[in-house]
């Protein structure tokens, strides 16, 4: 049974910088796809951002284009989201999840993710 553990949340003024890790407890392999995911108070999830395991794919939501990033270890079992430029709507639980899929190509948002971390939260005022 795979562990992910979030890190980095916390308070921060309109325009600020965050750096949340997710520690995954096995090395992801190619087929694994790590997304990030976040729930604001009332609202339901929504997802952030993934990676593939080669790195090579990333996928973004729209409102996370242009300011975060999404990046991994080049040992593959962390993975971060550098979030910049932060806004009061991007308050929320921030969770890390791990999908399998045939390969990296596949790696995106709409995929069943089986495997999540307890989050991390991040506020924004």
């Known amino acids: 049974h795979v562990q992910l553990v979030e890190s980095g949340g916390g308070s921060v003024q309109t325009g600020g910088s965050l750096l949340l890790a997710c520690v995954v407890s096995r090395y992801r392999t190619n087929r694994d796809c790590l997304g990030w995911f976040r729930q604001a108070p009332g609202k339901e999830r929504e997802a952030v951002a993934t990676i593939s395991g080669d790195g090579r794919t990333t996928n973004y939501a729209d409102s996370a284009k242009g300011r975060f990033t999404v990046s991994q270890e080049h040992m593959k079992n962390t993975v971060y989201l550098q979030m910049n430029g932060l806004k009061p709507e991007d308050t929320g639980i921030y969770y890390c999840?791990?999908?399998?899929?045939?390969?990296?190509?596949?790696?995106?948002?709409?995929?069943?993710?089986?495997?999540w971390g307890q989050g991390t939260q991040v506020t924004v005022s």
């Open positions: 999840a791990l999908g399998r899929v045939l390969s990296a190509f596949y790696c995106n948002t709409e995929i069943g993710f089986a495997d």
